[in-house]
Nanobody
Framework: QVQLVESGGGLVQAGGSLRLSCAAS????????MGWFRQAPGKGREFVAGLSWIGSSTVYADSVKGRFTISRDNAKNTLYLQMNSLKPEDTAVYYC???????????????????WGQGTQVTVSS
């Protein structure tokens, strides 16, 4: 059974940092694009960052570009999201996701992702 488990969320003041982790089990995703999405109350799921199967290829939402960094450790089958200079508008539940097909670039559409974690809450206070 494939599982993605996020951790690292919490409450932080504006300007602070958090590092989210997403541990995968049940299969390896070293050849699959992975991404982070978020969902704020009353809003739809929003793309945050994506990492193609070639680890050097990344894509970010304009709202987080320059503040967030996505990375992966294939040996640990783990995806990360380093979030710096956090703003209150970054408050949301953050989800990691993996595309089912291999050797693709990261998509910004949630429909392209087959596996999802349960989410971790990030709250940024002003």
């Amino acid at each position: 059974q494939v599982q993605l488990v996020e951790s690292g969320g919490g409450l932080v003041q504006a300007g602070g940092s958090l590092r989210l982790s997403c541990a995968a089990s049940g299969r390896t995703f070293s050849s699959n694009a992975m991404g982070w999405f978020r969902q704020a109350p009353g809003k739809g799921r929003e793309f945050v960052a994506g990492l193609s199967w070639i680890g050097s290829s990344t894509v970010y939402a304009d709202s987080v570009k320059g503040r967030f960094t996505i990375s992966r450790d294939n040996a640990k089958n783990t995806l990360y999201l380093q979030m710096n200079s956090l703003k209150p508008e970054d408050t949301a539940v953050y989800y990691c996701a993996a595309q089912g097909l291999s050797l693709l670039t990261a998509s910004i559409s949630p429909k392209s992702y087959n596996y999802w974690g349960q989410g971790t809450q990030v709250t940024v206070s002003s």
